[in-house]
């Protein structure tokens, strides 16, 4: 396969990449500039607990739990009967060694649905089990450290989850899928317009997606000299900070080289010089960009499936899965650290497979 389109900015996006940091670093600055931003809303002792979490957590995921602490300090600081009004900087250990089991059931219960600065804000029992388990884990710190006299959260139910369905397209919706990103079918007027100067940028990404399982984080992450066509490959930095190879298919490769050939004639905005996908803007394309993208191909390529780019990553696991029915590879590539996470994600294929096969042994001929 040629790759005169790479080459070319290899020689010029290389020295760039000495300059600039990788865009995971540049986005863990700011993740840790944003979290000093909230904790400096709470509590001294909650830097402490998020502290003790830094060398086993990234800044994401530290952002995580202060959000939902300080949810959890906005109630109590607006509807709890006891501390209602006071200061949320000035809660006390005291003051939290007199909460009770019953004040978590009234915040759950309360952050079902609730209206604040004239905005509605509703949470399913996904999200309250996930705010309980971070107050867990805090209150756990708290107790351990002889702060509070209990960990009350311990003694307070877990919402109960109803196990959803896997949604993950077949290789007919697959096709029908990338023919609306190709061909702009099904779109507005006012889509059609943006789809003429975007579609071979669109369908480089789609396709990438859909034929290595990455994660749109790591997508968007991409730098232009992060792809190999040496080896057919990319390099991406996973969840935990850690890079990995991930290799793409011949049919990504060639919508890859059409998208650098145009790439190539695009003078990125200051600062993204580096990027892989840009925005119409000319900057680093975002998360929710792609996440807007998938939306709309997906509105009418698959009308009866909520399909986003979560879903393009099952998509390739259960393809890969099917061909090989190696859950060790399929977890590799994903970049799953433990196998039981992408056995409990494909189990029902194991189960399709066992029911195909129920006749396979015969016991007596006929």
């Not at 393009?312 to 029915?325: D, F, I, V």
């Amino acid at each position: 396969m040629e790759n005169n389109s790479l080459n070319d900015y290899k020689k010029s996006s290389k020295p760039d990449a000495v300059k600039h940091e990788s865009y995971a670093k540049e986005l863990s600055k700011k993740q840790i500039i944003r979290l000093r931003e909230i904790t400096n809303e709470l509590p001294s002792y909650v830097k402490l607990f998020l502290r003790s979490i830094e060398e086993t957590t990234q800044p994401r995921t530290r952002i995580a739990y202060a959000y939902d602490i300080k949810y959890f300090f906005e109630y109590l600081h607006e509807e709890n009967l006891a501390l209602s009004g006071k200061a949320i900087k000035d809660i006390s250990f005291d003051d939290l060694n007199h909460l009770t089991a019953l004040d978590f059931e009234e915040y759950l219960s309360f952050i079902t649905l609730y209206v604040r600065d004239g905005r509605e804000y509703t949470n399913d029992a996904r999200s309250k089990k996930r705010k309980l388990c971070a107050l867990r884990v805090f209150f756990a710190y708290l107790y351990k450290q002889d702060f509070i006299e209990e960990n009350v959260t311990a003694k307070v139910n877990m919402p109960k989850i109803r196990e959803k369905a896997i949604i993950r397209m077949d290789a007919n919706e697959t096709a029908d899928f990338l023919d609306h990103v190709e061909f702009g079918i099904g779109l507005t007027k006012n889509e059609q317009r943006f789809h003429e100067k975007l579609s071979t940028r669109d369908l480089a990404i789609m396709t990438l997606m859909l034929s290595t399982g990455i994660r749109v984080s790591e997508c968007v992450g991409l730098n232009l000299y992060d792809i190999d066509f040496n080896n057919m490959r990319i390099k991406v930095t996973r969840k935990g900070g850690n890079e990995a190879f991930v290799f793409f298919s011949d049919e990504a490769g060639s919508v890859l080289q059409d998208y650098l050939a145009e790439r190539k004639n695009i003078t990125p905005a200051d600062g993204h010089e580096d990027a892989l996908f840009l925005s119409s803007q000319k900057k680093r394309l975002g998360v929710r960009s792609i996440e807007l993208i998938v939306k709309k191909y997906s509105r009418t390529a698959t009308p009866l499936k909520h399909i986003t780019p979560h879903k393009l990553r099952s998509t390739y696991g259960t393809a890969l899965y099917q061909e090989t029915g190696d859950i060790y590879l399929v977890a590799d590539v994903l970049g799953h650290k433990d196998v039981n996470t992408t056995r409990k994600h494909y189990a029902d294929m194991d189960e399709n497979k066992k029911r195909a096969n129920r006749n396979a042994v015969k016991l007596r001929e006929d």
